[in-house]
């Protein structure tokens, strides 16, 4: 036996050293693309999948610049002027960024400059950097988008220099604050209080910039100057791979970026993926074996004195010499010979395992019986939510089934959690003021938006079965279909069909995607989406307001047809009267005045939110954007100013202008204006703007009149309320007036 295994060492050995031969071999390729790409920038080291050109990056966005002209060269992200300091294959990526500094003296300001990083891919890291204020009279602010409009910031203050002390930046002489989650962009603004008056000459500026955590310490000397012209701050940004998740790309076999030997991990960001070799290997994850065993004989010495390591495929194991025993890793038992206590030792070890095993036994009893204690609990929960959401009033009215559709639902709370990975972060659609929404993907394949509520009310339970009920019985092609619900969570879910291509705001708003919507795509989204309105008004049984018409809440499929959305906020309106009495709940910017100041909602509501629908299909612009001057900060505002000085082309987005269509255009302008009349009984109904729409569509080359069209009188109750109204989300999920107790808005900013 002694021979036997001496032979097998040296047949080991002899394979240790080939593997040592080939992992040399492949080192030198591991960590670019092909040979011709560029591996480094001066002090930069370029990893794929960022590169300087042709295949050598994996999409433009991962594109260097090399600038050659800096001695030594400096790397730039695309084709920007930012510098590039460091690239990590972890995910992150160090840049040099400006920031902001405002001036005074005895006369007032003297020179400003203010700082705006936007980026396209990459997320600023918001556990690796800060937002850092200085100054004695100051108060700065940081603010951009991630996902929606954000905003926050310090301020700093000081009577005299001499009571600010180094290190300190508790808001006497210097302030810090986070920078939240998932923001791709900022801009940086710096305001005074006095103008520096009562610290001049020893403060006379402001800065503000955003660092890395360690990298800017505060002193008082920065208080009475601070050069700003050369100084540029380290950041850290996280980049990832695509914008799915890792499930997700792995079904695109061919795009998948992670190699052999490596793992997927999703971002923290709920967007893309990044790639990591597995444990035991090391290397650039996105290149072909770019992933190499690590030879841990080599590197980590693991083994003891009397052991011979032997490396394997991402790990390595440590063989004793022949006729010993034991692990002869240096924090194993070691190898030795056996002796005569051996066997002593085994009965001891026999002992220990039988009472071992018997008190496992009795442990995984007890186990089991609170595992079945626990199961007759939630059961018995789901019954009473079930019963409490109206469950049994539910089936009553489904029994019936009458002129209701076949493929109505009641689905289980284990249906649902395994449709949606048990809820998880990477199946987040929206989010907003009331719940979530998750892509689900049901047992047959099928995909569908699952609406998860924040908050419900017992009181509401028969009114929300009529309503859903109500809901069951919209079978209109461009109203998003509700396919069923679930009754045995403390909030009821809502199960609707899923929309593939996003919703008419991002088509809109993205400045890529907006390319590919022409004038004659968007008429049909209005004509659809007012014919929806039209159905939802006067063809239901009981007329349904939606309450919350934006683009936001208008879906397209692959082929660009609009789907209306998210009745969250919808009311029924009973036949035998025209308005209703209810608690503001909208969109600011959408909002009609009136139902604003009076609380009367009517049909008439949801003609004016469309009617701010329509302006934005003409003009390419926000309904709210405070980034532009503040007679033109609201849409409608500023649109019916237009059209009554006869100004229109001013305003209408050149994407779609042309000598064609100009009437055409004037045309849909008037009804928009018509649409957002202060006084309701002046507005068309939905069915006639419905009717208008169509008629235009259909009619693309019909020789329009010429005559000037002529300002429609519009009052508004907004000028005095624009600026405000802070930051806020609409609902996404089905709720009630008395749930809803304030009214909740969502502002856009432009970039």
Not at 200 to 218: G, K, Q
Request: aromatic residues 8%; hydrophobic residues 35%; neutral net charge.
């Amino acid at each position: 036996m002694g021979l036997i295994r001496s032979v097998v060492l040296i047949v080991q050995q002899v394979i240790l050293l080939n593997a040592i031969s080939a992992v040399k071999a492949t080192a030198a390729v591991a960590y670019q693309a092909n040979s011709s790409c560029q591996s480094r920038c001066g002090e930069v080291s370029i990893p794929y999948p960022f590169g300087t050109g042709g295949d050598c990056n994996v999409s433009k966005h991962f594109f260097i610049t090399c600038n050659t002209s800096f001695t030594p060269s400096k790397a730039f992200l695309t084709t920007s002027s930012i510098e590039i300091l460091d690239i990590s294959l972890n995910g992150q990526l160090r840049i040099l960024a400006d920031g902001s500094y405002d001036c005074y003296n005895n006369s007032g300001a003297t020179r400003n400059f203010t700082y705006w990083l936007q980026l396209g891919k990459f997320f600023i890291n918001n556990t690796r950097n800060k937002f850092t204020a200085i100054g004695c009279d100051t108060y700065a602010r940081v603010e951009g988008f991630s996902g929606q409009r954000y905003a926050t910031g310090c301020l700093s203050l000081c009577n005299n220099i001499n009571d600010v002390s180094n290190g300190s930046c508790s808001g006497i002489g210097c302030c810090q604050t986070s920078i939240p989650k998932g923001v791709k962009s900022y801009n940086i603004t710096i305001e005074s209080y006095e103008n520096h008056t009562d610290v001049l000459p020893e403060n006379p500026c402001s800065y503000a910039f955003v660092a890395e955590n360690d990298n800017y310490t505060f002193s008082t000397s920065d208080l009475r100057g601070f050069d700003f012209k050369d100084k540029l701050f380290p950041v850290t940004l996280d980049w990832t791979i695509g914008k799915t998740s890792c499930k997700e790309a792995k079904m695109d076999t061919k795009s998948f970026a992670c190699k052999k030997n490596s793992k997927c991990i999703d971002s923290e960001h709920n967007s893309g993926y990044i790639c990591k070799c597995f444990e035991g290997y090391e290397g650039n994850p996105y290149l072909p074996n770019g992933c190499q065993d690590i030879n841990e004989c080599v590197t980590m010495s693991p083994c003891n004195g009397t052991a011979t390591c032997i490396n394997l495929n991402g790990t390595y194991d440590c063989l004793c010499p022949p006729d010993y025993k034991g692990d002869g890793k240096k924090n194993g038992t070691g190898c030795s010979l056996p002796n005569k206590d051996q066997s002593k030792r085994s009965l001891l070890i026999d002992v220990a395992l039988g009472i071992g095993v018997g008190f496992l036994g009795i442990l995984l009893g007890i186990v089991l019986l609170c595992w079945m204690l626990k199961q007759r609990q939630i059961s018995k929960l789901k019954r009473v939510n079930f019963q409490q959401n109206g469950g049994i009033l539910l089936r009553e009215q489904l029994s019936k089934r009458q002129g209701y559709r076949e493929e109505v639902k009641l689905f289980t709370v284990e249906e649902l959690e395994k449709a949606t990975n048990n809820y998880h972060e990477s199946r987040i659609l929206g989010q907003g003021g009331q719940g979530t929404v998750y892509k689900g993907i049901l047992a047959d394949n099928r995909i569908v938006a699952i609406k998860k509520s924040i908050i419900g009310d017992p009181s509401q339970v028969e009114r929300f079965i009529n309503e859903i009920m109500v809901l069951y019985q919209i079978n209109h092609r461009n109203v998003v279909k509700l396919l069923g619900c679930c009754l045995e969570t403390q909030v009821p879910l809502l199960v609707y069909e899923y929309i593939t291509n996003g919703t008419l705001f991002h088509h809109l708003h993205d400045d890529d995607a907006a390319l590919d919507l022409l004038w004659e795509t968007r008429l049909r989204i209005a004509t659809e989406t007012a014919e929806a309105l039209s159905y939802l008004h006067s063809a239901v049984s009981i007329p349904i307001i939606h309450r919350d018409i934006k683009l936001a809440n208008i879906l397209l499929d692959n082929n660009y047809n609009a789907k209306v959305s998210d009745f969250g906020a919808s009311r029924l309106i009973p036949s035998d009267e025209a308005q209703i009495t209810t608690i503001v709940q909208g969109t600011f910017g959408y909002l009609d005045p009136e139902y604003m100041h009076t609380s009367l909602l009517t049909e008439k509501s949801d003609v004016y939110s469309f009617g701010v629908v329509l302006m934005e299909l003409l003009t390419g612009q926000k309904v709210v954007c405070f980034k532009r001057p503040e007679e033109k900060r609201v849409l409608a505002m500023y649109f019916v100013s237009l059209m009554k000085e006869d100004n229109l082309l001013d305003i209408l987005d050149p994407r779609v202008l042309t000598d064609k269509n100009v009437e055409q255009l004037k045309e849909v302008a008037a009804l928009a204006s018509r649409c957002v009349r202060m006084k309701r009984e002046e507005r068309p109904t939905m069915k006639e703007v419905a009717h208008e729409l169509a008629g235009l569509q259909a009619m693309p080359k019909h020789p329009w009149s010429k005559s000037k069209l002529q300002g429609e009188e519009s009052e508004y109750l907004l000028g005095d309320m624009c600026s405000t109204y802070t930051d806020g989300a609409t609902s996404s999920s089905m709720g009630y007036d008395s749930i809803n107790n304030k009214i909740t808005f969502e502002l856009e900013g432009a970039r």
